[in-house]
């Protein structure tokens, strides 16, 4: 679980000079161009700009999911261009949490061990990580939903557990990629106030993507991309 | 990392495709082991009625198995009581061996008289009581025990013959042997005439001067130790077939008092080999070793020969029955391997967007891979374990269906039977291989799943 100790004022995530291009056989496609951001810690941030804009691989890279062409990525004040996979994934583990559009539940885990699923690479004791399971999903209030699969809960339910299971390990980065894309506006709007609420309480890092209106207008930073690059 | 829940769910959410590939595996299974027990038990009932007929271990005169068949009598032993009782007295292979015995082997003329029919013979003298106590060797308890031998401790001219040399002899009428026809009538006179075996007869008659008890009578022309041509009486009790037709037409079995007497005449009456029939098989190594070793430190100028290399027809039963199962064992390997490949490569398809989730909440690269080696492992496990038990209940199948077949080596139909001797090794190795098998066969699949990179997974629709 991350250190909650960061320096005063120090940036959750600061990319510099960023760049991402796709090969693509002959032709090369930057789908992030030269990006220089600092995004606060322990805010709920929002990257908005529409679709192709290179808001998802912006967040893929913050996310050590994917790694710049160019350029040098910091994570709550460690770089990350040197890590080999094996250290990405443990800094991913300990570090990140993910939530995702189609919400990316293992379907043959329960709600409770999809939540705790997180927490099994981390070395804490059984007890330990039941008491964070079943805190997360009662803050998230599906603890009458521990034993259900994923094809047993609505849309809403599964991401309020993917944003339990992100929030579970007390990461220092939580990422959303278009978290109320594929919701109803109704439920939606109640997945926002939950992140909003949640991300209250834990005072985690929020960065999400999107291009919801709704959502916008809950941002305390916003930033805007448009063809890879950001706009001032 | 709930590697082995989410391999178990995962293999019972795709209950279709898991009951194909298990069905795969378990059918390989069953084949392997029903063929398996079948060489099994036919390679041990082979190896029970080799045992029975020449022991573990035979002792000659050193030279005797290159070059005795041509003159038994110079390639005996003779002092054969002493070095029965050293080996009798040794603690190590007194303890192994269950019989001791000497034996005769002897080639020459048996005559059947009242025909004038005349054949080459390859005669076995033997102690009666020992050859009957051999023939109940039943390690594997396969084989019923020999029945009678034919041979009598307490009258020494009586014996058995193969069938072919019953038949070539006219005897089957005398001795009742089931389809076994009369010779044809020869009218062959003059030079052509089998004069000298009247004479034979006639000599026979002369020199014991006793008429020989009720059976086929005939009479034995060896030559001695000495090159001296000797006669003796054999009544024959019995014919017994010997599966090769080319023993079955020679094979005449007798007392090994009466051997003696025909292989050595007056003189000093010796052995050609000292039979060791051990309690158990797999002791045949340590027994040679003892017995050569102990044979050396008296510096006796004996040689040790085990019944593989005196029965070469054994080693290669053993080796083609070896080579069948092998070939079955690859089949049955290949197409196990290729429906894991098939079903694991569906599922890492299936999962890739799964895969790209487990990778971003920090899994590591070689624990994907783990995780679809363990399913693989998993479906190896299940369709094994299933096809042993149905392999149970085929053999028991096969057991209780009455029926009979003609191994290598035998003269007539036995039951078959699929023996439970030895088939926890094979099950074990069958287990143990299929689920390898299974488990290697997952290793492609999952080596693709795991050196895919996060982002193209979870794009993955």
Redesign the interface.
């Given at each position: 679980m991350t250190d909650r100790s960061p320096a005063p004022n120090a940036p959750a995530v600061r990319l510099h000079q960023v760049s991402k291009t796709y090969d693509l056989g002959t032709v090369g496609v930057a789908a992030v161009h030269d990006v220089t951001l600092d995004i606060p810690s322990r805010r709920f941030s929002v990257i908005v700009g529409p679709s192709g804009s290179g808001k998802t691989t912006l967040l893929n890279l913050i996310g050590c999911i994917d790694t710049p062409t160019a350029g040098t990525i910091e994570i709550d004040g460690r770089s990350v261009a040197a890590l080999t996979d094996d250290a990405l994934s443990d800094f991913r583990a300990h570090h990140i949490g993910f939530v995702f559009q189609t919400f990316n539940l293992i379907p043959v885990l329960t709600a409770y061990e999809n939540v705790e699923y997180p927490l099994l690479r981390l070395g804490l004791t059984p007890a330990r990580r039941q008491e964070l399971t079943l805190g997360m999903l009662d803050a998230v209030g599906l603890l009458d939903r521990a034993d259900r699969r994923p094809n047993q809960l609505s849309g809403g339910q599964k991401q309020r557990i993917a944003i339990a299971r992100a929030l579970v390990k007390s990461p220092a980065i939580v990422l959303a990629d278009e978290p109320t894309a594929n919701l109803d506006s109704h439920t939606g709007a109640a997945i926002i106030a939950l992140m909003q609420r949640m991300q209250a309480m834990s005072r985690t890092t929020f960065i999400i993507s999107t291009h919801d209106g709704q959502l916008m207008s809950h941002a305390e930073e916003t930033y805007h991309i448009r063809d890879g690059a950001l706009e001032s | 990392?709930?590697l082995f829940?989410?391999a178990r769910?995962?293999i019972r959410?795709n209950a279709r495709r898991t009951a194909l590939t298990t069905t795969a595996i378990a059918v390989g299974v069953v084949a392997l082991l029903l063929f398996g027990q079948f060489v099994i038990t036919t390679v041990l009932g082979f190896q029970t009625n080799t045992v029975r007929r020449t022991g573990h271990l035979s002792v000659f005169h050193a030279g005797y198995f290159d070059f005795g068949a041509g003159n038994p009598g110079a390639y005996s032993i003779a002092d054969y009581q002493s070095v029965m009782r050293l080996i009798q007295d040794d603690s190590v292979l007194g303890a192994l061996a269950d019989v001791i015995t000497p034996t005769v082997t002897l080639y020459g003329i048996a005559a059947n008289a009242q025909i004038d029919a005349t054949k080459t013979f390859v005669g076995s003298g033997v102690v009666p009581a020992d050859r009957a106590r051999m023939g109940r060797w039943n390690e594997y308890h396969l084989e019923p025990a020999h029945p009678d031998s034919g041979l009598s401790d307490g009258d020494i001219s009586r014996g058995v013959v193969g069938v072919g040399l019953a038949r070539v002899l006219g005897l089957c009428h005398d001795l009742a042997v089931p389809r076994c026809p009369a010779p044809p009538v020869t009218t062959a006179t003059g030079a052509d005439a089998p004069a000298a075996v009247t004479n034979v007869s006639e000599l026979s008659r002369r020199e014991t001067g006793t008429p020989a008890p009720g059976g086929a009578r005939l009479d034995l022309l060896a030559a001695t130790a000495g090159g001296a041509p000797n006669v003796v009486n054999f009544v024959v009790t019995r014919a017994d077939p010997q599966g090769v037709k080319e023993l079955d037409d020679a094979y005449l079995a007798m007392h090994f008092a009466l051997a003696q007497e025909l292989l050595y005449g007056r003189g000093a009456h010796e052995a050609v080999a000292i039979v060791l029939q051990l309690h158990r098989t797999e002791d045949l190594a340590r027994a040679k070793a003892r017995l050569t070793g102990l044979l050396a430190a008296h510096h006796l100028d004996l040689e040790v020969r085990d019944f593989g290399e005196l029965v070469p027809f054994y080693g290669q039963v053993i080796g083609l029955f070896g080579a069948i199962f092998s070939f079955v064992a690859t089949i049955m390997a290949i197409i196990v391997l290729f429906s894991v490949i098939n079903t694991m490569s569906m599922s890492v398809m299936e999962r890739t967007?799964?895969i790209?989730?487990?990778?971003?909440?920090?899994?590591?690269?070689r624990d994907v891979r783990r995780q679809f080696l363990l399913e693989g492992a998993l479906l190896g496990v299940i369709g094994a374990t299933a096809g042993i038990v149905l392999a149970v209940l085929c053999s028991i199948l096969v057991n209780r269906a009455g029926l009979h077949w003609m191994p290598p080596g035998q003269s007539a139909p036995v039951p078959l039977r699929l023996s439970a001797a030895g088939i926890v090794p094979l099950i074990g190795g069958v287990w143990t291989g299929l689920v390898i098998m299974s488990t290697l066969a997952a290793l492609l699949p999952a080596s693709r799943a795991a050196r895919m990179?996060?982002?193209d997974s979870?794009r993955h629709v």
């Open positions: - | 990392m709930k829940t989410i769910r995962n959410r967007n799964e790209g989730t487990v990778r971003a909440l920090g899994l590591r690269r990179p996060v982002v979870l």
